[in-house]
Each structure stands twice: as structure tokens, then as C-alpha cells.
């Protein structure tokens, strides 16, 4: 008998008694990935030389990688919709256009950082686990980026900053972040 307790005493000791602490990241990304999915409205902000785009979208995802987007301001962009996956993207609108200087050497739209913030929580490296949040290194298209994902009290982003060379080119402010 004593020789089973010392065991089972480093086995509880080691597995934290039993007691579920899945560290943060690691549950956000079990949710990303058992769910049917995801909803959210962004305000995205590009950072391109000394201006800053701004514009929000409500925005959905599915199980696959596809995003789809209604973008919602300014007024003058209102309606325009799209999809968005891994190797391409499309736009419909209707004598409206939907143009931004392209970021991360030229490989990268603002309106894709939806698309890489999702890809990112679902499989990107963690790197960091913080009070506040992640950081989390992903590649779009051979650039490799980091970003920094604020979560609230319930382990949902809320903010998230994109970086390439550690340079800030896009953040986002979510809202409504819900699970389908």
C-alpha cells in the first residue's frame, strides 16, 4: 500500500489535483475549434505610413476557414459585402469600392486581418500568455506577424494588434464576440 501512495501523491501533485486549469489561450482555441463557428463586429484601423484607415464590419465565420463581411462605416462603404479564405477573397458592391494601400510587403489587405486574427486563434503559435492576453506569431502569405489579443473576463478577444517587423500596421476593436 505505501508503495502505491507515493505515487499517486506526485501524480496529483503533478496534474494539479485534477482541477481543469487549461490555460487561456489553449481554451479560447478548444472553442474556436469545437464550434460551429463565430460572430463578431470589428473596428479595423490600418496604420500605413502617417494615415490611418478606419472602417467596422460584422463579420462571420463557419468550421472552414471562409469569413464572411457586411462592412458597416463609414456610411460612404455601408453594404459592401465579402468572403474571405486562405487563397482568395471577393467583393460585392454596388458602385462602391473598397481600396487600401496594401500592408506586410505588399501581400496583405486591412480587410483580410479579420481572416488572419481568426487563423491565428484557431492554429497560430502562442508565444505568450499574459493577464491581459496572448501574443501569438502567424504567417500570411510568408510574412510572419504577431499579434497581441486582449481578452475580457470571459476569455473573449476584444483587441487585437497586428505587427510585421515589429511595427504596429493593423488593430482591431471586437465586439458581440459570440460562438455559433
Not at 61 to 74: I, L, Q
Not at 101 to 110: F, I, R, V
Amino acid at each position: 500500500m505505501k508503495k502505491l501512495l507515493l505515487p499517486l501523491i506526485l501524480v496529483l501533485f503533478f496534474t494539479g489535483c485534477g482541477q481543469g486549469n487549461t490555460p487561456r489561450g489553449m481554451s479560447l482555441r478548444q472553442r474556436m475549434n469545437d464550434s460551429n463557428g463565430c460572430a463578431f463586429t470589428a473596428e479595423v484601423r490600418a496604420y500605413i505610413g502617417k494615415e490611418e484607415y478606419v472602417f467596422s464590419m460584422d463579420c462571420e465565420c463557419g468550421n472552414s476557414d471562409a469569413v464572411t463581411f457586411t462592412v458597416t462605416a463609414p456610411e460612404s462603404l455601408s453594404g459592401i459585402t465579402g468572403e474571405l479564405s486562405s487563397g482568395s477573397g471577393s467583393l460585392t458592391f454596388d458602385g462602391q469600392a473598397l481600396a487600401f494601400p496594401m500592408l506586410a510587403q505588399g501581400t496583405m489587405s486591412p480587410i483580410s486581418s479579420v481572416w488572419v486574427l481568426l487563423h491565428a486563434l484557431r492554429g497560430g503559435y502562442l508565444t505568450d500568455e499574459g493577464k491581459e492576453g496572448l501574443t501569438i506569431d502567424e504567417t500570411y502569405q510568408g510574412v510572419p506577424l504577431r499579434l497581441s489579443v486582449t481578452l475580457d473576463n470571459e476569455d473573449m478577444p476584444t483587441f487585437t494588434e497586428i505587427f510585421q517587423d515589429g511595427e504596429r500596421i493593423l488593430s482591431l476593436a471586437l465586439t458581440n464576440f459570440r460562438f455559433l
